[in-house]
């Protein structure tokens, strides 16, 4: 076996975690303590003491002596799987690294159902500790649960994760170390041990509310001075003592969108890998050497990511880092992997995703794991487009590491400070203060687009707008879309992302969270860069990487950039054969190329597009299943000789095949050495050895992208313009093909300089792009012709008469006169000013002198009038006026003055003006005399149609026959109800007479010969404006003589709902079937339990035993109504119900049911359904009712839900029945006026 390996030795930097174990207490102290109770209170000294302070066999009886005491250093001890635990303290933090380096599950609720995050709190990632807030047993998964605060999350996490510290026995805890330029978060390993080491991270500069020092704090927001005024805060569920109450902190980096972009470019980028990170050259074979990473040469893809799926280009690198160990980690070399993609912590290597260049992952995670996923918020995993902490954004649900935002926040603002700090503060960011809705307009009108679903999501804003007065204001913020949408606020579901997309949220849910150093600035704004519209071709399709053959056509310097402005220092000459990994598209056309710049160390560098000749030649790539840094023996010629060794290859290598040649067997594939000499030399390396393979790639025909053509274009501002016009796609394998508009943000209206992007695509989906400029110039201005006028006083002016208006694009245009301020009825100088709009909104205004120069008064015809009480009457019936020069005004006739009380009988005066078209107005008096209206009272015939729920409204309609005449629509005939309460007061709505009665078909009988066509009537009943009550209802029809009058009833069981609901009031409607009037009664109250059975069915009650025992009501009968079913089986909720008939205030109780009754209850008619749970027996107890008189109720529900008032139609004497509780006499009575009801009276 032919092989060499390199060893390499580099340094990292480690952090040595130094713990002290002096005077720690932990666990260890007491968990083989003998306790005095099931839970033992004890005291937790300092020194390591545990003194006995209380026994007790409960939880809650232990909970409430600690809290009641409220010493700082209490805490309850039980045994939980035989051994003794802390359970609950009074003050304590949770070590949470005994969980070990697994992930645990966090709750937002103690039914532990669903995890909110997870958690891995192993010592080096930091989070070891939290606060503990509560404790509490989790009947759903039995077993103990401790509410802690960490990272921002306050939430359960059950038993044998955490060990609670008492506050006492606490030696160390993270802390957060504020100087005068930075904020730094000091971790810990172990809470009951003194720490000297220096884990942590520094995560942003100094904040501007906090002054020099050290400083506690668990949610990163708000910080206090020491950690028992923190527990306290957080305890309370408040953060009222912290030193910045007022003035939160948000770290700028953990809070900013994804959708951002960094003004930073991304050369910016490369040069701080190169020069800041010591990163020199890409990773070659299966390990890294010092000074290598897949980071290097990056930048322009951090970069084109951002630009194509709207993911800030330094957010990503800074998490890569972090996550790729800045390009150095198994996943970056060995899989392209470099953000730990689906690397889940329980596989975290062999589950990972594969790519087939690292650039591809940055494309897949700003794509796919964020636009599309973490920072998409229709996605089960969005939480806020920010990074975040372990309650707010992508760190809830993406990784374990609790600080994992901080520690990208750290590689953001270290690369910020490096590079002049001109990201920091670029943006002002806010927070939504509740979840809310993102809108298309500022209106919760407009259209929906998303829901920011916590509070605390973080947006950009990017400036204001007046709207829809919310909570009572009227600022609606502008703010970038998480939502990748187009111009019509639909949602894109893949591709671009697009930049030029915003949404609008009501100010009064958004809280500002810095101050932007520019104020309200958009990512558009941010400088564009050369390569802002470069588009890459990764040769990744399918997952696999193809490169391609090529052979230099000239002399060329390698760039470290795509864009080709800064020189790596070194060439490659004329006629090397090359391997090319990408290639960077400006408009369509190729710029540069990504080619080997090194095959020995698989190197790769950018020239310029026209360096380039590509080649019919087949590749090979190098395979190894050694770990490590070895490499496959090139040799000067096909013989395995170890003095023939010229040069080596590293795994995945690509190197093109000049040659195939077998010798002895075997075969030799013949490849380029080296790039930088002067001429070609070659070398031969075998095709299959124990330890390589070389996979060769037979070459294909290459298919060629589509070529664009469309030219830059000028227009004049506001012109409508056809995108497509002109613009055409061909393609060297299939000719013509088809071309779309991708991007544009040209704005017709508004002079400037816009791009249009244009897409082609051939059968093959190779795609290129082409983006032009489109000019917009100043639309020049109308120009009106009008001139000073006079005119002749009181006579028409048309203003409009001799004035015109042209355009020199337009010709001529419409003129409109905006402003009129002449008085023709008045002498004077008035002005006139008119406006002009050409077709691209161009407006001009121009103001002309009216002068008038010198009309009769109008004329009211009205007399005196008399008019009934009570009777609708028109004040302008009869009323007309006229003008010598207008001819008849009556429309302009209208009431100023009316004293007319129509309900009282007297005189009144009425004052009428009429004004002419000239602005003279007249009045005139006159004297209204109110008389009373006898009318008598005849026979009615009325009909009962129906009581329904129509549009809303509880209508009733039917028809009432006034008797004696006819009752046609020659007769004026009105209708009104009256609603009866049951202390006789009278309430009265109107009805509406039906004149068309289409639809309605039922014949009416004529008694008496007259004409009874047109009785029909309908109301909406108000039940609003009417008292809470009980009420009857009356219809009434009065003519102008006669009336009748008439209980409504339905007992033709017609259409009649039960009950019906307005957002003030609740109706029940009943028939009282068993009153002999039957009356349709009303119950309008505030609540009130709702009939289900029907409305032509009553509920049977009625009770065998009915006494007052023992201090309470002893109450035996029976409920039951048709279709209920009440058997065994069945589940039965009767309740009882006594309503105070003053205030009408329920006191509900429940009677329940019973399977044993006197008697087998039957119905009229079988409903073929058994009625054993009609029974019931209860004994109520009644002594907290107020004094006053009860009605009473009883309710049965079971598959159906009726109520009917006890009643005793037997009329048996309850005299007797009464007692006195608490110092009040309770009597039942039977209340024989209405329907046998039976009554309490409290006195």
Known sequence: MKRIFYLTLFITSLFFLNTINVSAFSSENYKNRNLCGNFELASFASDGTITNVGCYNTYEEAKAAMTSNGAIELAIMTKLDGITRILDANMALVDLSISGNRTVSYYDTIDLKYDYTYMNNYGSYGGSDGVLVDVAYSQAKNVWAGKVTIANFTGWITYGNYEIVPITWVKSSSSYTITNDYIRHNYITKIQEYYNGSLGTTIGPKPDMLSAGTYYSYDGNYFYKDLQTLIKDY?????????????????????????????????????????NLGITQDAYGKATN??????????????????????????????????????????????????????????????????????????????????????????????????????????????????????????????????????????????????VNAMSDASNTSKFVYTYTEAGDALIILGEKTGENVNGNTTWYKVTSDLNIDANFNEITSGNYNWNSYVYVPAAYVKKINTGKNGYTSPNDVTEYQDKNYIYDLYDAGNTLSPKVAKTTKNSDYYYDSSLQTKKGISILKDKYVMVYAAAYNNGKAVSYLISSDYRYDQKD??????????????????????????????????????????????????????????????????????????????WVLAQTSDFTLNLTTYTTENNAPVITASNRTIVQGTKIDLLKGVSATDKEEGTVAVKVLNSNLDIDKVGTYQVTYQATDSKNKSTELTITITVTENKKPVITANDMVITQGLPFDPKKGVSATDE??????????????????????????????SYNQQVVKTINVTVVANQLPTIIASDKTVYQNEDFNRLDGVTATDPEDGDITKNVKVITDTVDITKIGEYKITYEAADSYGNKVTKEIK??????????????????????????????????????????????????????????????????????????????????????????????????????????????????????????????????????????TTTIKNNYGNKTSAVTLYIRDEF??????????????????????GKLHIKGVSYSYGMDLSTNAKVERKIIFENKDTLKLYTFDLGSITKGLYQVALPESDNLDKTRAWYDANIDISELEKGTYSIYVTTTSNKTDISELTDNLRRDLSARKTTINKKDYQLKLDTKNGNNIELIVS
């Open 235 to 275: 305890k309370a569920n408040n953060r009222n003592n912290s030193v910045n109450k007022n003035n939160p902190y948000y770290n700028y980096y953990m809070y900013l969108s994804n959708h951002s972009r960094t003004t930073y470019s991304s050369a910016n980028i490369d040069e701080y890998i190169r020069n």
């Open 290 to 435: 010092k000074g290598s990473s897949r980071l290097y040469g990056k930048g322009q893809f951090f970069y084109y990511a951002q630009e194509k799926y709207g993911t800030n280009a330094l957010l990503t690198f800074s998490l890569s880092r972090n996550e790729s160990g800045n390009g150095r980690s198994k996943l970056a070399i060995n899989k392209n992997n470099g953000f730990g993609l689906d690397a889940v912590d329980s596989n975290p290597i062999e589950g990972a995703r594969y790519y087939a260049a690292f650039a591809s992952s940055i494309l897949g995670y700003s794509s796919t794991y964020v636009t599309y996923g973490f920072a998409h918020p229709r996605s089960w995993k969005y939480f806020g487009s920010q990074f975040g902490n372990k309650r707010l954004g992508m760190n809830v649900k993406y990784a374990s590491d609790p600080y994992w935002s901080e520690k990208m926040a750290a590689n953001y603002y270290s690369f910020d400070k490096a590079k002049g700090m001109q990201d920091y503060n670029y943006y002002q960011l806010g927070v939504v203060t509740a979840s």
């Open 606 to 683: 950018w020239v310029s597009a026209d360096t380039l000749d590509f080649m019919t030649f087949d590749y090979a790539n190098v395979y190894t299943n050694l770990t490590g840094l070895y490499c496959n023996e090139v040799n000067s010629e096909p013989i395995e000789l170890s003095t023939n060794v010229v040069s080596c290859l590293f795994h995945k290598t690509y190197i093109p095949v000049m040659e195939h040649k077998t010798v002895d067997g075997r075969l030799w594939y013949k490849v380029p050495l080296n790039l930088s000499g002067t001429s070609n030399s070659y070398g």
């Open 809 to 838: 694009e337009d010709g001529v245009l419409e003129v409109v006169a905006v402003d009129n301020k002449v008085d023709i009825d008045k002498v004077g100088t008035y002005q006139v000013t008119y406006q002009a709009t050409d």
């Open 928 to 1065: 209204v005399i109110v008389t009373e209206k006898k009318l008598i009272k005849t026979t009615g015939n009325f009909y009962f149609d129906y009581l329904k729920e129509v549009g809303n409204n509880l209508q009733l309609r039917g028809y009432l026959t006034v008797e004696g005449m006819d009752n046609t629509l020659n007769e004026k005939i009105s209708y009104k109800i009256q609603f009866v309460s049951t202390d006789g007061t009278t309430y009265e709505q109107k009805a509406t007479r039906i004149t068309d009665l289409t639809g309605i078909t039922r014949p009416i009988p004529s008694p008496d010969g007259h004409k009874y066509t047109h009785p029909w009537f309908y109301i909406n009943i108000d039940t609003d404006s009417l008292p809470r009550g009980t009420y009857t209802m009356y219809a009434v029809a009065e003519s102008n003589k006669t009336y009748s009058k008439v209980l409504i009833t339905n007992k033709l069981y017609k259409t009649e709902i039960t009950g019906y609901k307005t957002t003030k009031t």
């Open 1089 to 1110: 339990p709702n009939k289900t059975v029907g409305s032509y069915y009553n509920q049977f009650d009625t009770w065998r035993t009915l006494e007052f025992t023992n």
